[in-house]
């Protein structure tokens, strides 16, 4: 009777570890999940910026380049003056 009893604890300590492993391992787990789930909402967020920026560089890409305009041959002093004398009459008219 003695040893069925001692078998019977042993039995009974055996399944509380085991019982204790099991809640150790889901507790692990659950944290795992956790920070997979945070990294995924990180990642999404980073995901959404990146979109945008690709937007806005096909936007800009789409768009037509500036007009260039060839600059005055040297020594054309009537046309800097010309150029001077727009600007000036800009920058009153403005106040400045």
């Given at each position: 009777?003695?040893?069925?009893?001692?078998?019977?604890?042993?039995?009974?300590?055996?399944?509380?570890?085991?019982?204790r492993?099991?809640?150790?391992?889901t507790?692990?787990?659950?944290?795992?999940?956790?920070?997979?789930?945070?990294?995924?909402?990180?990642?999404?967020?980073?995901?959404?910026?990146i979109?945008?920026?690709?937007?806005?560089?096909?936007?800009?890409?789409?768009?037509?380049?500036?007009?260039?305009?060839?600059?005055?041959?040297?020594?054309?002093?009537?046309?800097?003056?010309?150029r001077l004398?727009?600007?000036?009459?800009r920058?009153?008219?403005?106040?400045?």
């Open positions: 009777m003695n040893e069925i009893m001692q078998i019977l604890i042993l039995i009974i300590l055996g399944l509380l570890g085991i019982t492993l099991q809640a150790h391992k507790k692990d787990l659950k944290k795992d999940i956790q920070q997979a789930q945070f990294t995924v909402k990180k990642r999404e967020q980073e995901l959404e910026k979109d945008e920026v690709q937007q806005k560089i096909t936007i800009i890409e789409q768009e037509e380049p500036p007009e260039t305009i060839e600059p005055p041959p040297r020594g054309d002093v009537d046309g800097r003056l010309d004398n727009r600007l000036h009459k920058a009153n008219s403005r106040g400045e």
